[in-house]
């Protein structure tokens, strides 16, 4: 599924294309699906093109879940057969994709194949804002404002680690977040987050697309000396002295998406899969993201190989 210019959703289209080869460093990755990500929308209308310029046309899909068809002649740690799951930039949403073998992992186990694709970028981000920039330590309690499929995974990564989790969600997710581990679930369409503390967190992380006003209602959520994470909004310029602030973008880490993995296979991470739908409605969850009708964590798989009209897409 490629863009040829940046526009709405209608510029999503279904290209058959010959099948990719690999270079000697790459593998050729027979997709069992890849997942929707919100960024998607804006990298589609080119809101991001002063960091991310794409070259048309652009095939979309950056989460890749799928058995290895084929490798190059350099290639020694993955071999044809293998299910792997791992992150591209762009290309995953395809019958077959190409990728770096650096950027593969193998896949979990204990889950369907298709379902790995909701967590290279959805997961590795929760990994890095709980563990690498805020340090979530047990004992701390920690306020997570936003579980759509980021924030769950980190309401279950910081319990892991120890935190008391306080988490935001609307009223049609409180039983989920409540499941993921959650101690405390406010419903933010009926109460205020500062109602619902008694007591500043040691930690905040952000994954909710909130404004900018609605940003520095956060900061007297923290407590002096505590830290803001946020992964959407720029927070740096908002926050008062005496609490740390940081915000960051995913990096690729398969060390983190390993260590995911192997907690899927340990089952002690649960990967919550809200739809399941077909590659070629492509266009149309970007528009039902765009209207706020998604419910959750969507992934994408392409047509059974018979049903195919074509090589690639």
């Excluded at 000697?24 to 991310?52: C, H, K, W, Y």
């Excluded at 892991?160 to 039983?175: I, K, L, S, W, Y």
């Amino acid at each position: 599924m490629r863009i040829h210019q940046y526009g709405d959703p209608s510029v999503i289209r279904h290209d058959d294309v010959p099948r990719p080869v690999p270079a000697d460093d790459q593998v050729l990755v027979e997709v069992a699906a890849t997942s929707f990500n919100p960024s998607e929308i804006g990298l589609r209308r080119g809101l991001l093109r002063s960091m991310f310029a794409l070259d048309m046309p652009y095939t979309l899909g950056t989460d890749l879940a799928g058995v290895v068809a084929e490798v190059g002649r350099s290639v020694r740690t993955v071999s044809v057969g293998h299910r792997v799951v791992g992150r591209l930039d762009g290309g995953a949403a395809a019958d077959f994709a190409v990728a770096a073998a650096e950027h593969l992992v193998p896949a979990p186990a204990a889950i369907p194949l298709a379902h790995a694709a909701a967590l290279p970028v959805a997961g590795v981000t929760a990994w890095q804002a709980v563990f690498v920039h805020a340090d979530v330590a047990a004992g701390q309690r920690v306020l997570i404002n936003g579980t759509g499929s980021i924030g769950g995974v980190a309401v279950q990564l910081a319990k892991q680690a120890g935190a008391h989790v306080v988490a935001t969600a609307g009223p049609g997710r409180t039983e989920a977040v409540r499941g993921f581990g959650a101690d405390q679930v406010v419903d933010y369409t009926t109460t205020a987050l500062a109602d619902a503390l008694d007591e500043p967190v040691d930690v905040l992380l952000n994954f909710a697309a909130v404004e900018t006003e609605q940003a520095e209602l956060l900061m007297p959520l923290v407590r002096p000396g505590g830290i803001l994470v946020s992964a959407t909004v720029e927070v740096e310029h908002l926050t008062p002295p005496q609490i740390r602030s940081t915000r960051f973008v995913v990096t690729n880490d398969t060390e983190h998406l390993t260590a995911l993995v192997k907690l899927i296979d340990a089952g002690r991470l649960r990967v919550d899969i809200a739809a399941s739908r077909p590659l070629a409605d492509l266009a149309s969850v970007h528009r039902d993201a765009e209207a706020g009708r998604l419910p959750g964590k969507t992934i994408l798989t392409p047509a059974a190989p018979g049903n195919r009209s074509g090589p690639a897409r």
